[in-house]
């Protein structure tokens, strides 16, 4: 199993301004995700975060806008950038290893109001 | 395109038995994950199903019939802490999880 925590747990933010949610696997993994959850909606995958080389974006979704980190097999980093209150959201980091039957594991979230 | 869908809203009463379905389309199939999540908080692991049949584990079983793209999540002894988010996910040939919308399920005394 993977325990996963992230920072912050939440923050307000004003329009126009960055910022990075940093996520931390306490094992070694394969895959780290990010998602977005919008309230009482279900998951988003905005990309999967590749150690040492760019993310993977899904359709939708840019680095310029979420450029993502993994320096190593433990950690990985978000940021959200040039917010607007369109980007208000729950954003979840998320471990895998690469078989079929490997559960992926899931940190607290990151609550993001921009105002 | 790939789909999954859920029925959005259940109601159930305390100590009955519930089940919620889900059917999918996908491009190829390693596997179907039930999650839980309660409000406010992330989603936990509940089953996995990849061979057609039956899988239980206490008062949770999920059930798979991949040639109907078909599985359902059966709850029986219901509590309140049930009440929540019941997400259904499909693994796909690139081994990506494809999220259904979730299922709430609200539990009445």
């Known amino acids: 199993s993977a325990v996963i925590s992230q920072k912050p747990s939440r923050d307000i933010c004003q329009r126009g301004t960055s910022l990075t949610i940093q996520c931390q696997v306490d094992s070694q993994v394969t895959m780290m995700f990010w998602y977005r959850q919008q309230p009482g909606q279900s998951l988003t995958l905005i990309a999967t975060a590749n150690q040492g080389s760019e993310a993977t974006y899904e359709s939708g979704f840019v680095i310029d806008k979420f450029p993502i980190s993994r320096p190593n097999l433990t950690f990985s980093t978000l940021t959200v950038s040039n917010m607007s209150p369109e980007d208000s959201s729950i954003y979840l980091c998320?471990?895998?290893?690469?078989?079929?039957?490997?559960?992926?594991?899931f940190g607290p979230g990151t609550r993001l109001t921009v105002t | 395109g790939q789909n999954i869908d859920q029925p959005t809203e259940m109601t159930a009463t305390e100590g009955a038995i519930v089940q919620i379905n889900c059917t999918y389309q996908?491009?190829?199939?390693?596997?179907l994950f039930w999650y839980q999540q309660h409000a406010g908080e992330a989603p936990t692991f509940l089953s996995y199903n990849v061979l057609d049949g039956l899988e239980e584990k206490g008062r949770f079983s999920s059930f798979l019939s991949r040639s109907k793209g078909y599985s359902y999540l059966l709850l029986k002894e219901l509590q309140m802490k049930d009440s929540a988010s019941y997400l259904c996910?499909?693994?796909?040939?690139?081994?990506?999880?494809?999220w259904g919308a979730g299922t709430k399920l609200i539990i009445k005394p």
């Open positions: 996908t491009s190829g199939f390693n596997g």
């Open positions: 996910a499909v693994r796909d040939s690139n081994y990506q999880l494809i």
């Open positions: 998320s471990a895998s290893g690469t078989s079929g039957s490997d559960e992926q594991y």
